[in-house]
């Protein structure tokens, strides 16, 4: 009955598994929409599974159908939030006059200004913030990591109402919470025994004893337990999923701080081969 828990979480997950696919396509466009900050791309298969492919027959519009599209198809497929595709051209002509890969800029993220080209951030701020987001992904990873290892072991985490004493219960026995490994523990024969025993080996009061030997037989508190491990392996799959996804982005901003100290150090100009240098008559 240990695995019990388990197998029920098994069930649920593959009960929910007919959801997954609609799931994923609304994630999916979910996140066009915030990558591309647009709606172009939504508008435009809705109008096409209306009208198919044709639909346009003004050539300006379009061309400016087209244009938006591959405007928008910049910024997913980049990352790069820009506003006109003349902007998008000047860009990709800035990366391969510095030799400078496209990835690189969308990988810096919110530390690279469109309109200078230039990293809007000191080295050392950037190193700071890129070990404290490493430093916050790599907890999360532990914390995913412990709380998935937790989901396998066959105890359900409770406490006493009358004297709040924290115990660990399966539907066969009660043992304490530390030590973690070796822990001493106490079953349904065991109370037929001496119980001043099992209150010397437990470490919990005698009363306490006594309430959780009046418990153990019967099958409302088998039933419990079994309810309560199920609900604590679910809490502990959510949160573990839920600290991976938290471990991804901190591993992004990381990696975004780390992009932008490197290009920083390049220390590349702004313009383009063959522009004029902007000169700052301002500058003291």
């Given at each position: ?227 309560a491990l199920l609900e604590q392996r ?51």
């Amino acid at each position: 009955m240990e695995n019990a828990g388990i197998g029920e979480l098994s069930k649920g997950i593959v009960a929910w598994l007919p959801l997954a696919l609609p799931l994923l396509l609304l994630v999916m466009f979910g996140w066009v929409i915030l990558r591309s900050e647009s709606w172009h791309l939504l508008r435009r298969r809705t109008w096409q599974l209306v009208h198919g492919k044709g639909g346009i027959t003004d050539p300006a519009l379009q061309s400016y159908v087209e244009e938006q599209t591959n405007l928008t198809a910049f910024r997913v497929f980049v990352g790069m939030p820009v506003t006109t595709l003349a902007e998008a051209h000047t860009l990709m002509a800035w990366c391969r006059a510095h030799d400078v890969r496209l990835e690189i800029l969308r990988r810096c993220g919110q530390y690279f200004d469109l309109e200078t080209r230039t990293i809007k951030a000191s080295p050392r701020l950037l190193r700071i913030k890129g070990n404290v987001w490493g430093i916050c992904a790599m907890v999360s990873l532990v914390v995913a990591a412990i709380s998935w290892q937790l989901i396998t072991l066959p105890y359900a985490g409770l406490t006493l109402k009358e004297s709040g004493q924290h115990f660990l219960a399966s539907e066969v026995e009660i043992r304490t919470v530390w030590p973690l490994l070796n822990a001493p523990t106490l079953k349904a024969k065991d109370c037929a025994k001496e119980q001043a025993a099992a209150v010397q080996r437990l470490g919990f009061s005698a009363s306490d004893v006594a309430l959780l030997c009046e418990m153990l037989p019967k099958q409302e508190f088998r039933e419990f337990a079994r309810k309560a491990l199920l609900e604590q392996r679910i809490g502990l799959f959510v949160l573990g999923a839920f600290m991976l996804v938290l471990m991804y982005f901190e591993t992004m901003a990381a990696l975004s701080c780390r992009c932008a100290e490197r290009l920083l150090k390049r220390r590349l100009p702004p313009w383009l081969p063959g522009e004029q240098m902007p000169l700052d008559f301002d500058a003291r």
